[in-house]
């Protein structure tokens, strides 16, 4: 079971609207989006571990 944890995000406007556009596009929510962006971003950065994806 995965664990979820909430955290409140404050961000820029013109910026959630383009990742909404960019969601939307690629068939995700926006809260999926970002967790899709932020997981890329650990996975370039070699921050997960190989049985994540």
Do not use: C, H, T, V
Request: aromatic share 8%.
């Amino acid at each position: 079971m995965e664990k979820i944890y909430q955290y409140p995000l404050k961000i820029d406007k013109e910026i959630i609207d383009q990742l909404r556009i960019i969601a939307k596009e690629q068939g995700r929510s926006l809260n999926k989006q970002i967790e899709f962006i932020l997981r890329q971003y650990l996975q370039n950065q070699n921050a997960l571990k190989n049985n994540q994806s």
